[in-house]
C-alpha cells in the first residue's frame, strides 16, 4: 500500500489535571517518532489537541494517522478513530501506556498497538505495511486477526536513543504564548530505572536496565530547544541513575555556559552524592522531582521502595542545603494508606518548604498486560477519564472514596493556603514561595473538579463501609468491562 503522509495526533484529557494546566506538554517520546519518521522520509505532521487542534483536511489527505493517549485522554482516542472510521478506511495505529494496558477494547477502534518504545516498531511496522508484508510476527505490537488478538509484547530495547525531536513538526507550537500556561522544553538523557517500585510500569514499557543517550546529542538537543524557552525538565525516571554520565554532561553544560534553568526527576539515593549536587546547581539544575511517595514506611514496603522515611528526610536536607528545590511526587491512596499518613506528607512538606508537590491517587487494576494491583470489582468509576490521577478510581480498603477524596483536596488547599505562602516567605524560602504561587493558579481549578466529584463517591460508597470505615468486600460489584466506558 502506499504510505507517505502520516499524522500524528495527541489526544486531550476532558478533565483538567496538575499539570496540563500550567503547561504545554507535548509528549517527548511521540514527537521524536515523528521526527524519526520524518527523517525516514515521510511527511509528518503532529497535532497536540491543546496547542491546535488537528485539522481534518491534513487528517483525511493521511495515509496513516498515529496516537498517542494517556489513560485519561483515552476515550478522546476512541472518539477520534470512530470518526476517521466514519470518513476513510486507513491504518490506525495508536501507542502509549494506556493502550498497552487495555489491549482488548483499544483493538476495538485501532488497527494496531505499539507497546513501550515505539522508535524502531512504528518503522518496522510502516515499511511492512508499504510492501503488503504479513506483520503478525513484528515484536512489539498487538494486532486483531479474525476475531483473535494477537500480542506480541516482548521486544528488545531500543539502541539508539541519540534522535533530536524536531519541535517544528508540532502543528501551531511555534505560535504559544507563554500567557496562562507556560512553555517547558522536554529533554531525555537516558531511559530505564534501577529500581522496580510496585505502582510504576517503566520496566515494562522500557526494558530492564539503564541506557543512557551521548552527551554530544544532548547538548545539542538542549541549544536546539533553546529558542523556545530557557526551561527544562529532563524526562528521564532517574536523571542521576548513571552518576558518572551525568556528571559528564553537567560538566559539559559548565564548560560551555549554557543558561538555563533544569528541573530533573532523581531518587533520593543522588543525595548522598554533595559534589554531584554542587555541579548540578552549577549546571542549572533549580529542582530535582522526588519519588518520595509517603512519609509511612509500611507503605514504603508496600511499593517496594528501597528507602525509608528517615532516609528520605536526611536526602532532603542535603538537596535543600545545596539551594535545589523540590517537587515532592506522592502516590496516595494504598490498603495502608490513613487520613494521618496523608497528613504527615503536607506537615513534612511544609517542614520543608517544598516548591510543590502532586499527589496521585492510585487507580491501576487488572488488565489484560500488567500485574493485578486490586481486582477490577474495587473499581468504583467506569470512565477511564477520571484515571488521571486526581480522582479516587477504586474502593479504598481503610477509608471512604470521600474521605480520601476529602484528604487529597484538604492537602493541597493547606499547602497553597496564605499561611503556608506566608511561612515560606518569612523563613526566607523565596523560590518555594514564588514556585507555589506559580503552581496555585493551576492547582485550584482542578480542585474545583475534584469537589464536584465527591456527590458521586458519596453516592457509589453508601452500604460499601462499615462504621470504622473498613471496605465491606463482600458488597463489591462484579464487572467484567475494562473501565472505559462513561458514568
Not at 103 to 114: G, Q
Not at 442 to 449: E, R
Request: hydrophobic share 40%; aromatic share 12%; glycine share 6%.
Amino acid at each position: 500500500m502506499k504510505i507517505k503522509k502520516i499524522t500524528l495526533i495527541q489526544t486531550d484529557p476532558p478533565l483538567p489535571d496538575y499539570f496540563t494546566q500550567a503547561h504545554v506538554m507535548p509528549r517527548h517520546g511521540f514527537i521524536i517518532i515523528g521526527t524519526i519518521l520524518q527523517n525516514k522520509g515521510y511527511d509528518v505532521k503532529i497535532y497536540v489537541e491543546n496547542v491546535q487542534p488537528p485539522s481534518w483536511e491534513r487528517i483525511l489527505d493521511s495515509d496513516v494517522v498515529c496516537f498517542y493517549s494517556v489513560f485519561a485522554g483515552l476515550n478522546r482516542a476512541f472518539e477520534w478513530a470512530d470518526k476517521i472510521r466514519g470518513k476513510k478506511k486507513i491504518p490506525l495505529i495508536i501507542g502509549g501506556t494506556a493502550s498497552s494496558y487495555y489491549v482488548t477494547p483499544v483493538l476495538e477502534y485501532f488497527d494496531y498497538i505499539v507497546h513501550g518504545e515505539g522508535d524502531e516498531t512504528v518503522v518496522e511496522l510502516l515499511e511492512r505495511l508499504k510492501a503488503d508484508r504479513d506483520v503478525d510476527d513484528l515484536a512489539g505490537i498487538s494486532i486483531k486477526r479474525n476475531g483473535r488478538i494477537i500480542n506480541n509484547f516482548d521486544k528488545k530495547p531500543v539502541s539508539c536513543l541519540d534522535i533530536i525531536p524536531d519541535y517544528t513538526l508540532i502543528q501551531g507550537y511555534q505560535g504559544v504564548v507563554a500567557g496562562r500556561k507556560s512553555l517547558i522544553n522536554f529533554i531525555q538523557f537516558s531511559r530505564g530505572c534501577h529500581f522496580n517500585c510496585k505502582f510504576c510500569v517503566v520496566r515494562e514499557m522500557f526494558g530492564p536496565g539503564y541506557r543512557t543517550r551521548s552527551i554530544d546529542s544532548t547538548i545539542a538537543d538542549i541549544k536546539d530547544k533553546l529558542k523556545y524557552s530557557r526551561s527544562f525538565l529532563f524526562v528521564d525516571n532517574d536523571f542521576f541513575g548513571d552518576r558518572e554520565k551525568t556528571r559528564q554532561l553537567l560538566q559539559r553544560i559548565v564548560r560551555e555556559r549554557i543558561k538555563a534553568s533544569f528541573t530533573a526527576y532523581a531518587t533520593i539515593h543522588v543525595a548522598k552524592d554533595t559534589s554531584l549536587l554542587k555541579l548540578a546547581k552549577k549546571a542549572g539544575v533549580r529542582m530535582l522531582v522526588l519519588g518520595l511517595e509517603s512519609f509511612d514506611d509500611r507503605i514504603l514496603k508496600d511499593f517496594n521502595k528501597k528507602q525509608t522515611s528517615r532516609e528520605m528526610i536526611e536526602s532532603i536536607k542535603s538537596i535543600k542545603k545545596q539551594g535545589i528545590e523540590i517537587l515532592g511526587s506522592f502516590v496516595v491512596g494504598s490498603d495502608n494508606e490513613t487520613k494521618a499518613s496523608i497528613k504527615d506528607i503536607i506537615r513534612q512538606s511544609n517542614k520543608y518548604a517544598f516548591s510543590h508537590i502532586v499527589l496521585f491517587i492510585s487507580t491501576l487494576n487488572n488488565t489484560d498486560r500488567y500485574a493485578e494491583h486490586v481486582p477490577n470489582s474495587r473499581i468504583l468509576v467506569r470512565n477511564i477519564a477520571y484515571f488521571n490521577g486526581c480522582y479516587v478510581s477504586v474502593f479504598p480498603m481503610n477509608m471512604k472514596p470521600t474521605t480520601l477524596q476529602k484528604a487529597v483536596i484538604d492537602s493541597y488547599r493547606e499547602f497553597f493556603s496564605f499561611r503556608s505562602l506566608l511561612s515560606c516567605f518569612v523563613r526566607g524560602q523565596f523560590k518555594a514561595f514564588s514556585c507555589r504561587c506559580f503552581y496555585r493558579k493551576g492547582t485550584f481549578p482542578v480542585l474545583k473538579h475534584m469537589e464536584k466529584y465527591l456527590s458521586y463517591l458519596a453516592k457509589i460508597e453508601e452500604g460499601m463501609y462499615d462504621e470504622n470505615e473498613r471496605l465491606i468486600e463482600e458488597k463489591l460489584p462484579v464487572f467484567k468491562d475494562k473501565p472505559l466506558k462513561n458514568i
